[in-house]
C-alpha cells in the first residue's frame, strides 16, 4: 500500500493478511473482513476470539494487521511506552512527574520513528480505510461484510462513509461515533459504564442489601486513595515476582474502566478496598507490570489519537466533562481522560496535523448495519449504539445486559443475533436478547457482622 496516497511514487508500506476459510462446507460468497481496535491493536492476534465466537462460521473471514501495528511494516512500536507503563504500575497515576515520563517516552519513540523516515500523519483512518478498499480489490472480492469493534467501528463507519462500494453489511460492536469521539466524551462513557454496573447491583436483592450505595462507596474511595495513595506489593494475575505498586484515585478509576476487576467482583471489590483490603484492585493494577513490549502499536494510537480525537477541545473541556460525569470527585482524577492520561502533553511531542475536519463527520448510509454495544462497557458507552444508528437508516441496535467492551466474544446470544444478521442483514434475529439479565454479582461475607 502507498504510505502517503497524496504522495504518487512515494514510500510503500506492507500489510499482513489472513483469510481463515468458513467453517460450512458450503459457504456464502461474500466473506466476512474484521477490523480490531486499539487504535494500534493486533488484528492477527484476535482471530481466535473470533474464530471460537463462530464470525466464521458460514463465511470466509478475512483479517489484515492495520497499518503501522503488528505484522504489518512498518510497526508503530513504542518499546519506550511499554517501558514506561510497566513502571508506571509503582508509580502515582496522575502525578505531573508521571506524565514527564510519559511524555519523554513518546517523544523518544517518536523521535526514533521518524529517523526511520516514517510519515507519523500518514497513519490515520483515512488512510487505514483506503487500505482495506484497495484489499477488497486486491482480493477481488464483489461483496463483503464489515464487522469492527472499538477503534473498528470508528474505523468501519469511516470505511463505509468513503469507500460504500462492495460492502453488503456492517456490523459494529462497542461504537466509538466518529461525528463525537473525544477526550471529554470518554468520561461520559465512563459514567454510563460505571453506573451501570451499580445499578445492575441495586436490581439483585442481595447485592443491593450487601453493598448499598455503591456510588458513594466508589467517591469515598476516590477520594481517600488520591489524598493518601495505597503503596502495596502485589503478584501479576498472570504469575511472576511480586512487585510495589501505587493505588491513588486516578489508578482505581482506570482499573474500573478496563474492566480490569471483572463486573461481577466490582461491589464486593470496592467493599473489600472500603474495609481496608484492596487486594484485588492491587493485583489488577500488578498486571500491567509486564506488558508484551512491542505487540500493541502505541505509535499509530498517537498519530489517531493526535490527529482525529484530541484537537478542538481544551484541558478545561476535559476536566469541565469530568466533573458533570462525577461532581466532587478530585480534579486531579477528572483532569485525565480515562485510558488517555496526560494526552494533550502526549499530543504536544508527536505533533501531528489536525485531522477532525474530515474525520469527525458522522456516516449517512442506508447499508444494513448491526450495532452492538455492552451496558456494563465503560470505555465506549452503551448509549452511543443507538446515536450513531440515527443516521444509519438501515440499522438494528441490541444492548447486550451485564457485557463490557467487545461483546460477541463474551456473549452467545450476541454471536447469535451477529449470525443472524449476516444471514438476513435487514430483519436479523434479535428474540435471545429479551430473556438476558446480568449475572449474580459475588457476595462475599459482611465484615462488619462477623
Keep these: 500500500m502507498p504510505e502517503n496516497r497524496a504522495h504518487r511514487g512515494g514510500r510503500t508500506i506492507r500489510l499482513a493478511v489472513a483469510i481463515i476459510p468458513a467453517a460450512s462446507k458450503a459457504p456464502a460468497e461474500d466473506p466476512v473482513v474484521f477490523m480490531t481496535g486499539g487504535p494500534g491493536g493486533d488484528a492477527i492476534g484476535d482471530i481466535p476470539f473470533l474464530v471460537d465466537a463462530g464470525v466464521n462460521r458460514d463465511r470466509d473471514l478475512i483479517v489484515m494487521a492495520q497499518r503501522g501495528t503488528l505484522y504489518s511494516q512498518p510497526n508503530l512500536a513504542c518499546p519506550e511506552i511499554d517501558r514506561f507503563y510497566a513502571a508506571a504500575v509503582g508509580l502515582r497515576y496522575d502525578a505531573p512527574s508521571t506524565g514527564r515520563l510519559l511524555t519523554r517516552a513518546a517523544k523518544t519513540c517518536r523521535d526514533r520513528l521518524t529517523a526511520d523516515g516514517i510519515e507519523l500523519s500518514a497513519y490515520n483512518t483515512t488512510e487505514n480505510a483506503a487500505d482495506f478498499a484497495d484489499l477488497r480489490k486486491a482480493l477481488g472480492i464483489h461483496r463483503w461484510n464489515v464487522y469492527g469493534y472499538s477503534y473498528g467501528t470508528d474505523l468501519a463507519l469511516t470505511f463505509l462513509r468513503r469507500h460504500p462500494q462492495g460492502i453488503r453489511s456492517v456490523a459494529i460492536d462497542s461504537v466509538v461515533p466518529t461525528q463525537i469521539v ?173 485531522r477532525t475536519s474530515v474525520q469527525r463527520v458522522a456516516t449517512v448510509s442506508k447499508v444494513p448495519t448491526l450495532i452492538v454495544s455492552g451496558t456494563f462497557d465503560a470505555k465506549t458507552g452503551a448509549r452511543w449504539g443507538p446515536y450513531t444508528g440515527r443516521t444509519l437508516r438501515r440499522s438494528t441496535a441490541v444492548q447486550i445486559p451485564g457485557v463490557g467492551h467487545w461483546v460477541v466474544p463474551q456473549s452467545p446470544c450476541a454471536q447469535s443475533v451477529l449470525a443472524s444478521f449476516l444471514t438476513h442483514a435487514t430483519v436479523p434475529d434479535t428474540s435471545c436478547v429479551a430473556g438476558l439479565a446480568p449475572r449474580p454479582f459475588t457476595i462475599t461475607p459482611d465484615p462488619e457482622s462477623a
Design 182 to 354: 473525544s477526550l471529554p466524551w470518554t468520561w461520559d462513557s465512563a459514567r454510563e459504564g460505571i453506573g451501570a454496573i451499580f445499578a445492575a447491583c441495586e436490581a439483585q436483592p442481595r447485592c443491593k442489601s450487601r453493598y448499598p450505595d455503591l456510588p458513594l462507596t466508589l467517591a469515598e474511595q476516590v477520594r481517600r486513595l488520591e489524598a493518601q495513595p495505597l503503596r502495596l506489593t502485589a503478584q501479576p494475575p498472570g504469575g511472576g515476582k511480586p512487585v510495589k505498586v501505587v493505588l491513588d484515585g486516578g489508578a482505581l478509576v482506570n482499573l474500573l474502566v478496563a474492566n480490569a476487576v471483572p463486573a461481577v467482583d466490582v461491589p464486593a471489590a470496592l467493599d473489600e478496598l472500603a474495609h481496608g483490603r484492596p487486594e484485588r484492585f492491587a493485583q489488577a493494577r500488578a498486571a500491567g507490570a509486564t506488558p508484551v513490549i512491542g505487540e500493541f502499536a502505541h505509535g499509530m494510537t498517537q498519530s489517531v489519537a493526535c490527529s482525529e480525537w484530541v484537537p478542538g477541545y481544551s484541558r478545561s473541556d476535559l476536566l469541565k466533562a469530568g466533573r458533570r460525569a462525577f461532581p466532587g470527585w478530585p480534579d486531579t482524577v477528572l483532569a485525565q481522560a480515562p485510558q488517555l492520561p496526560f494526552e494533550h502533553d502526549v499530543c504536544r511531542v508527536w505533533n501531528v496535523p489536525d
